[in-house]
C-alpha cells in the first residue's frame, strides 16, 4: 500500500479560527453562503472566505506572529472548506485559478514548523501528527494575521478598501536595509 503524502493529507484537514473574526470575513468576502455566478459577492473586496485566511495566514508568515486560538472549543469555528479546495474556481471574469498558493503555504509551514521529517519518514511519529503540527501552525499564524487586520480596520474601517493596503503592510515586515538594497539595483535615468 502507498502512503499518504504529507501534503495531501494537510490538504484535506480544514483549519479552524477564533470566532470573533466571523463578522470581519462576513463583511468583506462570500464566507459562509457559498458563491456562484448570481451571487452577490461583486460587492465584496475579496471573494470567498479562504482569501482573507490566506491573507492573514501570511501577515503571521511574514511578520513570523503566532496567536493561539482560544482553549474554548466554542470560541473556535471550523472553516468550512478543506485547504485542498482552496483557489480551484476560475469564475469571474479575468480571474485565474491560484492553486499553486496552497503549495507557497505548505512550504512556508514546512520551514517554520518544528517536524522531525526523519522520524516521520521512518514511522515513527505519524502522519496525522506532522499535519496536527502544520494546521495548528496554519491557524496561529493566521490567527495574528486576523488581529493585524482588525486593528488596522479599527484605526481606519476603508484600509482594506485602499489599493495599497495590503502591500504597504507586507513591505512594512521587509528590512528597511533590504529595501535601501533594493533601490540600488534601479537602472539610472536615461533623461
Given at each position: 500500500?502507498?502512503?499518504?503524502?504529507?501534503f495531501?493529507?494537510w490538504?484535506?484537514?480544514?483549519?479552524?479560527?477564533?470566532?470573533?473574526y466571523?463578522?470581519?470575513l462576513r463583511?468583506?468576502c462570500?464566507y459562509?453562503?457559498?458563491?456562484?455566478?448570481?451571487?452577490?459577492?461583486?460587492?465584496?473586496?475579496?471573494?470567498?472566505?479562504?482569501?482573507?485566511y490566506?491573507?492573514?495566514?501570511?501577515?503571521?508568515?511574514?511578520?513570523?506572529?503566532?496567536?493561539s486560538?482560544?482553549?474554548?472549543?466554542?470560541?473556535?469555528?471550523?472553516f468550512?472548506?478543506?485547504?485542498?479546495?482552496?483557489?480551484?474556481v476560475?469564475?469571474?471574469?479575468l480571474?485565474?485559478?491560484?492553486?499553486?498558493?496552497?503549495?507557497?503555504?505548505?512550504?512556508?509551514?514546512?520551514a517554520?514548523?518544528?517536524?522531525?521529517?526523519l522520524?516521520l519518514?521512518?514511522?515513527?511519529?505519524?502522519l496525522?501528527?506532522?499535519?496536527?503540527?502544520l494546521?495548528?501552525k496554519?491557524?496561529?499564524?493566521?490567527n495574528?494575521?486576523?488581529?493585524?487586520?482588525?486593528?488596522?480596520?479599527?484605526?481606519?474601517?476603508?484600509?482594506?478598501?485602499?489599493?495599497?493596503?495590503?502591500?504597504?503592510?507586507f513591505?512594512?515586515?521587509v528590512?528597511?536595509?533590504?529595501q535601501?538594497?533594493d533601490?540600488?539595483?534601479?537602472?539610472?535615468?536615461?533623461d
Amino acid at each position: 500500500m502507498a502512503r499518504e503524502k504529507l501534503f495531501d493529507a494537510w490538504a484535506r484537514r480544514n483549519p479552524q479560527f477564533d470566532k470573533k473574526y466571523e463578522e470581519m470575513l462576513r463583511h468583506y468576502c462570500e464566507y459562509g453562503k457559498g458563491t456562484n455566478e448570481f451571487s452577490s459577492d461583486r460587492a465584496k473586496i475579496l471573494g470567498a472566505g479562504y482569501e482573507l485566511y490566506i491573507v492573514a495566514f501570511f501577515i503571521g508568515l511574514y511578520a513570523d506572529g503566532t496567536k493561539s486560538l482560544p482553549e474554548d472549543p466554542t470560541k473556535r469555528k471550523v472553516f468550512g472548506q478543506p485547504i485542498e479546495y482552496w483557489g480551484n474556481v476560475e469564475r469571474r471574469g479575468l480571474r485565474q485559478a491560484y492553486p499553486q498558493l496552497r503549495q507557497y503555504i505548505f512550504m512556508g509551514l514546512l520551514a517554520r514548523s518544528d517536524i522531525d521529517f526523519l522520524a516521520l519518514d521512518k514511522d515513527e511519529i505519524r502522519l496525522s501528527k506532522a499535519v496536527d503540527i502544520l494546521i495548528d501552525k496554519m491557524e496561529e499564524y493566521a490567527n495574528f494575521g486576523f488581529d493585524v487586520i482588525q486593528e488596522k480596520l479599527e484605526e481606519d474601517s476603508s484600509w482594506l478598501s485602499r489599493n495599497q493596503s495590503l502591500l504597504d503592510l507586507f513591505l512594512s515586515f521587509v528590512p528597511k536595509e533590504v529595501q535601501a538594497s533594493d533601490d540600488d539595483d534601479e537602472p539610472e535615468s536615461l533623461d
